[in-house]
């Protein structure tokens, strides 16, 4: 097992002007698991090639461990790659595929065969070993892509997108499965995703990316708590936070009919940068709803949950209409078209530069 190091990687397309990775700094320790997330073309999949091999790196470097292999060929990283279409030999059986790579370095007959029994009784696959790809479910074959990477014992396993092509109920037990076996193994993993949802429910900590370039990376608490600016605090969440360009007041900002107490750094930083606005983020979870005061929103539509529902209305204002989306129990929903008065929570609002975008509130 080892540690992974992008030290300012840089990917530049031949004919491209602006870089699809550009100078990336990112620390994986040994055993973690760390999700690359961010949306199409942001730089992801390309990151996780370069550090395959499978992508030239035009600056900077990539170790693994205390090793630079900036430029190493694939098979020279001690790698193993689980992608997003399987990419099984269909001719072979299931334990042919995972065993390939070993036949291939050359390991005698007995002790593939007792690695690839190991790795199938940990997957439960046992009873599919001598099947062809064919034969078997999307959520099986997955299984299988895996044993491949678990029978070769490398020091770093990658995952490109590897439950896209699953339904959303075998994405979710598969994603626990995945979380679970790579605790077990200890391996160091990098796994690529677009879905949010993945990337805080499996990594031990996530990396966001947006056109080429690293936003953040924490854990996911501390980033759904602390957005370190307003595309991360747009972006994880689901439903997504709510972000109000609000006008700045005396000791707060003006949410509609109210005045938010905002910290003094905040308003301070606003000032600094010359902004009259600040853009406030607020979580669906983190409105109160009264009878008067705060914003006044039209519902337009009521998502009911069970245990909980969620309020997707608007508001009209000078500037235009918002899209706001509240959380509401789920035996005290809102008819639709009536009308809700909601007010942030003071503790619980985050709050944005409109004109950088950078994080003001601590």
Known sequence: MASVTFDKATRLYPGGDKPAVDQLELEIADGEF??????SGCGKSTSLRMLAGLEDVNGGAIRIGDRDVTHLPPKDRDIAMVFQNYALYPH????????????IAGEDKATIRKKVEDAAKMLDLTQYLDRKPKALSGGQRQRVAMGRAIVRKPQVFLMDEPLSN????LRVSTRTQIAALQRDLGITTVYVTHDQVEAMTMGDRVAVLKDGLLQQVDTPRNMYDRPANLFVAGFIGSPAMNLVEVPIADGGVKFGESVVPVSREALTAAADAGDRT????VRPEHFDIGDTGGLTITVNVVEELGADGYV????????GSQDIVVRVGGRNVPEKGSTLHVVPRADEIHVFSTSSGAR???
Not at 94 to 103: I, R
Not at 166 to 169: F, M, P, T, V, Y
Not at 312 to 319: F, K, M, N, Q, R
């Open 34 to 39: 760390l999700v690359l997330v961010g949306p």
């Open 92 to 103: 072979m059986s299931v334990a042919d595929n995972m065993g390939f790579a070993l036949k």
């Open 166 to 169: 699953l339904d959303a109920k």
């Open 278 to 281: 600040v853009t406030v983020g």
């Open 312 to 319: 997707y209305g608007s508001t009209s204002h000078s500037e």
């Open 360 to 362: 003001l509130s601590g």
